[in-house]
């Protein structure tokens, strides 16, 4: 083997020979710790639509028209993502920064103000904006 590619394996940390035994042992690990992630993964969306139930559904409602909130039907085709996260995440400070569709939102809600919801991560924000995509989806 030529020294160029004794140096790429080395920079790759490709190792040199690995057995069909060990090989296999390793499909097989990573197969386990997959099946042991689906019942979480799917506990998760659960999880999600809890969430929203719990801490959005109060003023918005996917499909159903306006509440103090906007509806969130096809709100991914209203605003960006990372718009969208970044107002879950912290509406008031939107706001405060004078952002358009932010005081848009404001004067259509009558002025009412989104409140920051309490534990919100950008995880979470965006499982939020999943799980709404997907109830729109599956209406559709």
């Avoid at 080395?10 to 690995?18: E, F, G, I, S, Y």
């Avoid at 197969?31 to 969306?45: D, E, G, N, T």
């Avoid at 358009?100 to 965006?126: C, F, H, Q, S």
Wanted: aromatic content about 8%; glycine content about 6%.
């Amino acid at each position: 083997m030529s020294s160029s590619l004794k140096q790429n394996r080395a920079h790759l940390m490709v190792p040199k020979k690995v057995s069909n035994k060990k090989l296999v042992s390793r499909v097989l690990i990573g197969i386990a710790v997959l099946f042991m992630m689906l019942p979480q993964m799917a506990a998760s969306q659960q999880d999600v639509a809890a969430y929203f139930k719990q801490n959005c559904a109060s003023c918005h409602w996917i499909g159903g028209g306006r509440l103090v909130g906007p509806d969130l039907q096809n709100a991914s085709a209203r605003a960006e993502r990372d718009w969208q996260i970044r107002f879950i995440l912290n509406p008031k400070g939107m706001l405060d920064a004078q952002d358009a569709y932010a005081l848009k939102l404001k004067d259509e809600a009558g002025g009412a103000l989104m409140t920051n919801v309490p534990g919100i991560t950008r995880e979470w924000a965006e499982a939020l904006i999943d799980f709404i995509d997907a109830v729109m989806d599956f209406r559709q």
